[in-house]
């Protein structure tokens, strides 16, 4: 039998926090000083989110909610980096080795150019595998571009082992 590679899809989405429940801002692993943060059961790192998300498809594990649902409580407030880590261990204890992550930021602001390989760096010690960061937006459409949100999206590549 031929072993062949697993693609899995990812995405996450929160909208900015409300003025009367302000939160910090970590995207990527990274915390922005200054900005505002997103509303979210855990840090809302969409970034970290959406690659854990990837991986998990990748692997046929399920989604991001079912692996860490708003149900658990131990999951309240955690890390985006942390959750990517948890998710890159159940991966390879279901068989799987990581490839690599791609992920994609999607909205206005922050502005990720300059801390990218920062971004990486974290991403990529959590996951235990290659994880490249770019980011865009969406010319002021929708809920990323009226500034109400961010999004991301990512791509994973496992190898079953």
Known sequence: MTV???TGLG???HAFASSDSPRELWVAGLYWPGERGLA???DADVVA???ADALFSAAGLGD???NFGTSE?????AAGAVLLAEAAARVRAAGFEIGNVA???VGNRPRLGSRRDEAQAVLGAAAGAPVTVTATTTDGLGLTGRGEGLAAVATALV???
């Open 159 to 161: 190898v079953p082992l």
């Open 64 to 66: 991001l909610g079912s």
């Open 73 to 77: 409580p131990e999951w309240a407030g």
């Open 49 to 51: 989110h959406a690659a």
């Open 40 to 42: 979210g059961h855990s």
């Open 4 to 6: 062949l590679p697993r």
């Open 103 to 105: 992920v994609q930021l």
């Open 11 to 13: 995405m996450d989405v």
